[in-house]
């Protein structure tokens, strides 16, 4: 298991250098000059080449990679060119926020549309059946950011029993969190009620019926352990999306996070914090497939990684 996970990591490393140039060279295409904006509008153009060279934008584009991935090797990820302070501070500050709003999220969604779409495929085209997708469909077809507004009318404007936003306490997570896991918890629903009809149709589970196993066996130890295997798969990805930064919540509810960090570094053009953050994201996604990976064997101990 642990030469599996260190492979997966090894293997890794082509992507996140990949994902490292393609995004230095995107955020340069970005409109705007970075040096113009630092400088401030009353600024010279002798001034703007002095601030263009401090930056080391008057470098070629090669060599200017080629410092950013050696600091970046040594743990320097530079300063944000808005607010003067290290990268690694500015992403330390909003990383827990978005961190714990999205296990907020990401625990009553997965409980709630995993059972739903698992009830939803014990009881095919049946009043539960119905009744499960018809929160799966409503909660896709929702905008979160109306449904955020929505929330706030009513619990923070007229009964005042909520704040309407910010990161104080652990009230302020109710409705962001709740807003931001409708959507996973629909999404999961009927990819649970869809995995596990797959499942159930498969020949060992009718066999396992008609040698008059209990039903309750048959749902929990032949169908479901199976059917969880592409839900987990599910789950780790909506996981990664979300803990990427939930840009519309966090706007919504001021949520000091990685999303709202990432639209004001791009309308800053703020190289050095979009190029962090989108690192910290493509190695979000790796590490967490790697744990998915793991979970695949602890669900199922038939499954071997090899």
């Known amino acids: 298991m642990l030469g599996y996970a260190l492979r997966r990591l090894l293997g890794a490393v082509p992507v996140l250098v990949a994902v490292s140039i ?3 060279a995107f955020v340069r295409l970005l409109p705007g000059d970075p040096a113009r904006l630092v400088a401030g509008p009353d600024a010279t153009a002798q001034d703007v080449a002095l601030v263009r060279e401090e930056m080391g934008l008057d470098r070629p584009i090669w060599d200017q990679y080629l410092r950013y991935m050696g600091n970046t090797l040594r743990g320097d990820l530079g300063r944000s060119t808005k607010t003067k302070r290290p990268v690694l501070e500015e992403i330390g500050e909003r990383f827990m926020p978005t961190f714990w709003l999205t296990v907020v999220a ?17 009881k095919r085209n049946q009043w539960q059946d119905r009744l499960g997708m018809i929160f799966a469909v409503s909660g ?12 706030i009318n009513i619990f923070s404007v007229r009964l005042g029993w909520l704040p309407t936003g910010g990161y104080e306490g652990w009230t302020s997570f109710i409705m962001p969190g709740f807003t931001l896991g409708t ?7 009927r990819f649970s009620r869809s995995a596990y009809v797959e499942v159930a149709s ?10 008059g196993v209990p039903e309750r066996r048959v749902v929990w130890h032949h169908t479901l352990r199976n059917a969880l295997i592409p839900v987990i798969t599910m789950t780790g990805l909506e996981f990664g999306t979300l803990l990427g930064g939930a840009i519309v919540i966090e706007t919504v509810f001021a949520w000091p996070g990685l ?3 990432l639209i004001d570094s791009v309308s800053y053009r703020d ?27 602890v669900v199922n101990p038939e499954i071997r990684l090899k």
Request: hydrophobic share 65%.
């Open 22 to 24: 393609f995004v230095f």
């Open 106 to 122: 990401m625990v009553w969604a997965t409980v709630v549309g995993v059972l739903i779409g698992v009830l939803s495929g014990v």
């Open 140 to 151: 896709i077809s929702f905008p979160s950011f109306w449904l955020g507004l929505l929330l």
């Open 183 to 189: 959507t996973v918890a629909a999404i999961l629903a």
């Open 202 to 211: 498969e020949d060992y589970v009718r066999t396992a019926r008609m040698k």
């Open 259 to 261: 999303g709202r960090l």
């Open 271 to 297: 190289y050095p914090v979009i190029q962090a953050l989108i690192l910290l994201f493509a190695l979000e996604f790796v590490l967490i497939n790697l744990v998915v990976d793991q979970l695949y064997a």
